[in-house]
């Protein structure tokens, strides 16, 4: 087990800003756009432009993106 590390609020924005440029690099190279994502994944607009922009999101909403897209949740997180 580790501990977190001493920058922890850097650290936990630089992965959640890598989540959602994958997000985006996806919905991208499958050629949708944002309305097109959050009304196929019945979530509100705002989400995923937050989700995009790598503020805080929800494991559940990303299970939804990731299904819509037709992508493992796991490729989110690589």
């Known amino acids: ?14 992965r959640l800003r890598a989540i959602g440029d994958r997000v985006r690099a996806e919905r991208l190279r499958q050629n949708l756009t944002q309305d097109q994502l959050w009304q196929a994944a ?12 790598g503020r805080e999101m929800k494991v559940g909403t990303l ?12 490729d989110l997180w690589d």
């Open 42 to 53: 019945r979530i509100d607009r705002r989400t995923v432009q937050n989700i995009e922009s």
């Open 63 to 74: 299970l939804r993106i990731a299904w819509v897209l037709e992508i493992s949740p796991a």
């Open 1 to 14: 087990m580790r501990d977190l590390p001493d920058d922890e609020a850097q650290w936990s924005a630089d």
